[in-house]
Nanobody, 120 residues
Framework: QVQLVESGGGLVQAGGSLRLSCAASGRTFSSYTMGWFRQAPGQEREFVATISWSHSRTNYADSVKGRVTISRDNAKNTVFLQMNGLKPEDTAVYYC?????????????WGQGTQVTVTS
C-alpha cells in the first residue's frame, strides 16, 4: 500500500506557473505508475498526466499538453507536476494517484488533493 500527500497548490494569476508535488510513503514507490488528475467544481474528475515507473512513458491530456510536465524522483518518492501558462480553466483540486499496473485507466491509490486557483 502507498500513501500520497499533495502539496504546492495555491492562487496564481493567469499565465503564471505552479509546481505540484506528491510525496509517497510505503513500499516500492518506484514500481508504481503515477498520475495527476483534477476536479473542478461541479465537474467530474479528469485525467491530467501520467508517468510510468521507469520514466520512459508519459501521457498528457490534450487540454494541458505543451503547458504541463510530469516528472518523478524515485529516490525521493516524489512525483511532480510543473504547470506553466496557467489559465482560469485550470482551476481545480489536483489529485495524485498511484497504481502498480503500467499506464492504467483507473488508479488504486489517491491523495487528498491540493487546490489550484487561477485568476484572470
Amino acid at each position: 500500500q502507498v500513501q500520497l500527500v499533495e502539496s504546492g497548490g495555491g492562487l496564481v494569476q493567469a499565465g503564471g506557473s505552479l509546481r505540484l508535488s506528491c510525496a509517497a510513503s510505503g513500499r516500492t514507490f518506484s514500481s508504481y505508475t503515477m498520475g495527476w488528475f483534477r476536479q473542478a467544481p461541479g465537474q467530474e474528475r479528469e485525467f491530467v498526466a501520467t508517468i510510468s515507473w521507469s520514466h520512459s512513458r508519459t501521457n498528457y491530456a490534450d487540454s494541458v499538453k505543451g503547458r504541463v510536465t510530469i516528472s518523478r524522483d524515485n529516490a525521493k518518492n516524489t512525483v511532480f507536476l510543473q504547470m506553466n501558462g496557467l489559465k482560469p480553466e485550470d482551476t481545480a483540486v489536483y489529485y495524485c494517484a498511484a497504481d502498480l499496473r503500467l499506464m492504467p485507466e483507473t488508479y488504486e491509490y489517491w491523495g487528498q488533493g491540493t487546490q489550484v486557483t487561477v485568476t484572470s
